[in-house]
């Protein structure tokens, strides 16, 4: 069993950055947590800190009951993955797998039944004889795996331990990644910058910006449910489109108004902001809520930039007052670049923003 709670925790490093304020997060009993953000967020800072690796210099971490914020890194019953998977050069795959559970004095046959299961389950098995260096970055990274698996530990970190795999095998990790969670049962704590490994792996996602958390919430809830333009432009490929303009009344009804463009909003929309007509505001269209536009349907209206096919869809880049838009299309639409075009928009999708805060409107 192993809950992991941060309260209040802040991170001040020896030269006075504040790399990490005021987190409280609950971290569930074998709940799969990614932490997502750009680089220098305080990802790592986070992780290390439930590794022992820095120490919290305000407010407490906790483990179950248990105030952590003094205990050594060897008597937290964590194991964790790093980047560069730190293997041992001049060592076996076997002795590099072995070496935590030998330095822990576990019986020798215990320590190579360890071995040789975790081996079998990450299918390493026939080069338990090989180095480091006779091994592929995939095969390395597995190979750490191995050396965290046999601890058996209570919490698993993992540092963007698929960063350094070329895209192909990263999507395949990925899966492994996920399945061991399922086998091994424990808490997985997860590092990464890349929004679609948190979005597969993730039970929930912890958004960070400059040592402060955006958001926390399932892979859904932060993608469908943003609540500030950071969150919702960190998530998603081609990412969401901002358009900034008006909230506006005509012939009855609330509309977002920039120029010649018209969008009605929805109920659920308007709910929020019908009386804040004249507001500054920031529209948000993910590029995959239009479609090819029929009668009556709320939509825009611009100039095809470009069209590029990709495999099964395809992206536009269109022009719609004054601005560029990305969208992403079924193959069964087909304008081509120079056109002037409408699209239909999926306006039940709609985010909005307050211009000033970046704040949700809808979301918070
Ligand atoms: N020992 C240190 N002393 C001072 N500042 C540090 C130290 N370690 C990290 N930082 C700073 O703290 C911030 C957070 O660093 P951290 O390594 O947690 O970022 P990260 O989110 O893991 O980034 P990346 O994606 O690049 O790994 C950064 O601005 C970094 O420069
Ligand atoms: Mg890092």
Redesign the pocket.
């Known amino acids: 069993m192993a809950r992991i709670t941060f309260d209040s925790v802040g991170k001040k ?3 006075g ?1 504040v ?1 990490l304020e005021g987190l409280n997060l609950d971290i569930a009993d074998k709940e799969f947590l990614v932490l997502l ?10 992780l290390n800190m439930i590794a022992g690796l820095e120490d919290v210099t305000d407010g407490n971490l906790l483990f179950d009951r248990d105030v952590m914020n003094t205990v050594p890194p060897h008597k937290r019953d964590v194991a964790m993955v790093f980047q560069s998977y730190a293997l041992y050069p001049h060592k076996t795959v076997y002795d590099n797998i072995a070496f935590g559970l030998r330095m822990r004095k576990h019986p020798k046959g215990e320590i190579d039944r360890r071995v040789r299961d975790a081996a079998r389950r990450l299918e390493i098995e026939p080069l338990l004889e090989r180095r480091p260096d006779q091994l592929s970055g995939g095969q390395r990274q597995r190979v750490a795996l191995g050396r965290a698996m046999v601890r058996q530990p209570a919490v698993f970190l993992m540092d ?1 331990p698929l960063s350094n795999l070329d895209a192909a095998l990263r999507i395949s990790m990925r899966a492994e990644i996920k399945q061991l969670h399922q086998v091994m049962q424990t808490t997985f704590v997860y ?1 990464t ?1 890349d929004q679609a490994e948190a979005l597969t792996l993730a039970d929930r996602i912890v958004v ?1 910006r400059g ?1 402060v958390v955006q958001q926390v919430g399932s892979p859904d809830a932060i993608y469908e449910q943003p609540r500030n333009m950071f969150v919702a432009s960190f998530l998603g490929n081609p990412p969401i489109n901002f358009l900034e303009g008006r909230l506006a009344q005509e012939e009855g009804r609330v509309v977002f108004r920039r120029g010649q463009l018209r969008l009605g909003l929805p109920d659920h929309v308007i709910a929020k902001v019908g009386s804040q007509v004249g507001r500054e505001v920031v529209l948000g269209i993910r590029a995959e809520d239009v479609f090819e536009t029929q009668p009556g349907a709320e939509g825009v209206q611009g100039r095809i930039v470009s069209v590029l096919p990709v495999g099964s869809d395809q992206f536009y880049e269109m022009e719609v007052e004054g601005v560029k838009l990305f969208f992403r299309l079924g193959k069964e639409v087909q304008h081509r670049s120079g056109d002037n075009a409408a699209l239909g928009v999926n306006v039940n999708r709609l985010h909005l923003f307050d211009k000033q805060t970046t704040q949700s409107l809808v979301w918070n």
Do not use: I, L, R, W
């Open positions: 490093y020896p030269n950055f790399a953000g750009p680089s220098g967020c305080g990802k790592s800072t986070t963007e590092v910058h960070m040592g």
